[in-house]
């Protein structure tokens, strides 16, 4: 034992043979480590559009992580099959470097790190999670590599004035005055509003910002709690909201929180006329996790597959992309998460060329000033690096699929309120 | 107790690391950083997991407190070096007073003890949202150097706090500390007997494995620029660093370093080599070397490895 005061043991440790073993470990650590130097591939040849993707492939996140890698592969190998993006007179082939960060934050720094100065990308397609973003983002930063966040909704990612991070999809805000303006509309009953959040970027702010919108639109806000990461148990906060009597039951979290609550709500017998669950019913783990349950279930989301939008390069329309993803995944629906991710790498075959150059500076100047129209629909980056306000669609699980109630030109069916 | 031999050797690794910014890109630095880090870490465990005896999974509580007190001390505008400072004053603090209560326990329950203590400060911190901002975590103001300057500072600042602890390791291994806390990892009710005040030196040996934890906590949040409660209180962390510890040898001053940097190179050449089959590898990997190096790289005898294979069992260790 390494502290006894006998000569003895002293040997024990460190007396010949130990000092063998002791070298030999030292001597593994050093090599490893310059196995790590030298045996890793230095950057490919110079005409391809390295982008970077640390994706969540394992641990929390891992459903929404192996979404993204589906759709970057899709829309790679559709590219390079087009004869890639040309960059100032010149074609070039895209290749994606991806990463399993396990959903894990200090990796997701680590991996950004490795993607920025070995693998030398010229982009970084930023991680699921909004915190994850947030770190990435700032490697990206301060490598000047311009990152591209496909599904962080929340605003607060984009306030911490990293000029190199852009987002996609729309500011929640928006999102929530639609939502309860349509329900409003729809349901004129409807007066008191039970929020349920869990406490993490995306869902608390979205869960805040219905808050402050249904208070603007003349609602009571009879309960408005948030639930911590992991919680196992909603039965508490259930219990609380069915004393509260509420109209209306907005609940925010991921799929597995969510098909949680919805089954808890059911055992204690809450219902309410309408129940809107985000993301839920976006996500297709949650009608299919839930079944008959799952009907009813409202939700906002930033895309859906009915809607016709017009687009450009290698994916024209909504059902161009629609179908893409049909035969890539053996039948299944895309849900937001898809076509969010889809339509910002679209709006690269519009950047890049724009850009005209694949330095840093130039690419992030270009993605600054970006305008367009995708089959995701318009993305329109505004001060913040995020795209701007748009018309987002609302649905519903009717009879265990999904209806878009709206916008009214893609609707596909009207509100059913549930039985009380 | 540490050798000449031993001593020079983690003064070439020191150098090793040290120099990775003159040769290697920023890739590499930023794994010297994650190496010395965890280093601190599985150091600063050895204390209370290695010289005492007592199974804590409480590390990963003094992190994510040291990287909290070190995010809120710096937005609220103490400079940098400092909110480490506050960070490691505070955390000793904190954990010389649970180590009062929660050192009663002993073995697993002392264990189960340690891993609610994370879940609370994680519940606590993602509670309290107006001073932690809760789920969206801290956003900490960068410094706004050069990707090259601010790794090669990181690298330094965990490089001394390495150097701190290691050497605190070999003092208190001479020192009677060190003698006493080996004594009630052998036997506690014996060592009480012979006037070892054990409830003291448990609390020093757990103070111990906190206040350079919480250091390093500070630091790693002023380096990333972010935290937030899930990733600040990871259960997957506190559990590396024990089996780091065990990987190099636990109860000896080296085997902990040697643990930490064979742990993170493994991790990081699976990592970047098997995207999908990473943590299976990583895990038979931990697998063999517990089943066959009980005591970690310290101990390696290729003679016994190969013995157990034929299955044979060797002489006891």
């Known amino acids: 034992?390494?502290?006894?005061?006998?000569?003895?043991?002293?040997?024990?440790?460190?007396?010949?043979?130990?000092n063998a073993g002791l070298l030999q470990g030292v001597g593994l650590a050093a090599a490893a480590l310059a196995l790590l130097v030298a045996a890793v591939p230095m950057a490919a040849a110079q005409e391809t559009i390295r982008i970077g993707a640390p994706l969540a492939l394992t641990g929390g996140l891992a459903d929404e992580g192996m979404k993204q890698q589906l759709v970057y592969r899709m829309w790679a190998e559709k590219v390079n099959a087009a004869g890639g993006i040309e960059v100032n007179g010149r074609s070039h082939q895209v290749e994606i470097v991806e990463y399993d960060y396990q959903s894990d934050g200090p990796r997701a720094g680590q991996l950004a790190e490795r993607l920025a100065t070995r693998d030398r990308v010229h982009l970084i397609m930023a991680p699921f999670g909004s915190g994850h973003t947030v770190i990435a983002g700032t490697v990206g930063e301060r490598y000047r590599v311009p990152?591209?966040?496909?599904?962080?909704?929340?605003?607060?990612v984009f306030s911490t004035g990293n000029r190199y991070l852009f987002g996609t999809i729309s500011p929640n805000g928006n999102i929530t005055e639609t939502v309860v303006q349509y329900l409003v509309d729809s349901y004129p009953d409807l007066r008191r509003v039970a929020i349920l959040g869990r406490d993490d970027v995306f869902p608390k702010s979205m869960a805040e910002s219905t808050a402050e919108s249904a208070k603007a639109a003349g609602l009571e806000v009879v309960y408005n709690a948030l639930y911590s990461v992991g919680t196992m148990d909603h039965s508490s906060s259930m219990t609380s909201i069915r004393r509260a009597e509420p109209d209306w039951i907005y609940i925010t979290g991921y799929s597995q929180d969510l098909i949680l609550a919805r089954r808890q709500m059911e055992d204690l017998g809450l219902t309410a006329p309408v129940v809107t669950m985000v993301t839920g019913p976006a996500m297709k783990e949650f009608t299919e996790g839930l079944g008959g349950l799952a009907n009813g279930v409202t939700s906002s989301t930033w895309w859906h597959h009915s809607a016709t939008y017009e687009g450009l390069g290698v994916w024209p329309t909504t059902a161009s992309f629609y179908e893409d993803f049909l035969a890539a995944s053996g039948g299944e629906d895309p849900d937001y998460v898809h076509g969010a991710c889809g339509g910002a790498l679209s709006m690269l075959e519009e950047v890049l060329p724009r850009a005209g150059s694949l330095d840093g500076e130039a690419i992030r100047d270009a993605l600054a000033e970006t305008s367009i129209e995708t089959f995701y629909g318009p993305i329109d980056i505004g001060e913040n690096g995020m795209n701007q306000a748009r018309d987002l669609p609302i649905i519903?699980?009717?009879?265990?699929?999904?209806?878009v109630l709206y916008p009214e030109v893609i609707?596909?069916?009207?509100l059913q309120i549930l039985e009380e | 107790m540490i050798t000449r031999t031993g001593l020079i050797l983690f003064a070439i690794w020191v150098v090793i690391l040290a120099t990775t910014p003159l040769h290697a890109d920023n890739y590499i630095v930023r794994t010297a950083i994650m190496i010395s880090m965890y280093s601190v870490l599985a150091l600063s465990w050895n204390f209370i997991g290695g010289f005492t005896g007592y199974p804590s999974f409480a590390t990963v509580a003094f992190f994510g407190l040291g990287a909290y007190?070190?995010?809120?001390?710096?937005?609220?505008?103490?400079?940098m070096v400092v909110?480490?400072?506050l960070a490691t004053i505070v955390v000793g603090a904190f954990a010389a007073a649970l180590g009062s209560i929660l050192l009663r326990l002993k073995g697993h329950y002392f264990a189960i003890g340690s891993i609610a203590v994370v879940e609370v400060c994680r519940l606590v911190i993602s509670s309290w949202r107006s001073v932690t901002g809760g789920g969206d975590g801290l956003n900490?103001?960068?410094?706004?150097?050069?990707?090259?300057?601010?790794?090669?500072?990181?690298?330094?600042?965990?490089l001394v706090l390495m150097i701190i602890v290691f050497a605190l390791n070999a003092f208190v291994s001479r020192h009677r500390l060190g003698f006493g806390l080996h004594c009630i990892r052998q036997n506690e009710d014996a060592a009480d007997m012979v006037g070892i005040n054990t409830t003291l030196y448990k609390v020093i040996a757990f103070t111990l494995s906190a206040l350079f934890v919480g250091t390093a906590g500070a630091a790693y949040a002023s380096w990333v620029g972010y935290i937030d409660p899930t990733d600040s209180f990871s259960i997957l962390m506190t559990v590396k660093v024990p089996v780091m510890v065990l990987l190099g040898g636990a109860g000896t001053v080296l085997g902990p370093v040697i643990g930490a940097a064979s742990f993170v190179v493994l991790e990081e050449i699976f990592w970047s080599n098997f995207l999908d089959w990473n943590r299976a590898i990583l895990g038979m990997v931990i697998v063999f070397l517990i089943f066959f190096l009980p005591g970690g790289l310290l101990r390696?005898?290729?003679?016994?490895?190969?013995?157990?294979?034929?299955?044979?069992?060797?002489?006891?260790?």
Do not use: H
Not at chain 1, 396 to 403: A, E, W
Not at chain 2, 69 to 79: E, F, L
Not at chain 2, 140 to 158: G, Q, T, Y
């Open chain 1, 396 to 403: 519903q699980v009717q009879n265990g699929s999904v209806v």
């Open chain 1, 411 to 414: 609707a596909t069916g009207s």
């Open chain 2, 69 to 79: 007190v070190g995010a809120i001390a710096q937005r609220n505008g103490v400079p």
């Open chain 2, 83 to 85: 909110a480490w400072m």
């Open chain 1, 147 to 156: 990152t591209v966040a496909c599904v962080a909704g929340a605003e607060s």
């Open chain 2, 300 to 317: 390696v005898s290729f003679r016994k490895v190969r013995d157990r294979l034929k299955g044979r069992e060797g002489v006891a260790t």
């Open chain 1, 1 to 18: 034992m390494a502290f006894q005061n006998s000569k003895e043991s002293r040997c024990s440790t460190f007396g010949q043979r130990c």
């Open chain 2, 140 to 158: 900490i103001p960068l410094l706004r150097w050069s990707p090259d300057d601010v790794a090669i500072f990181f690298l330094m600042v965990m």
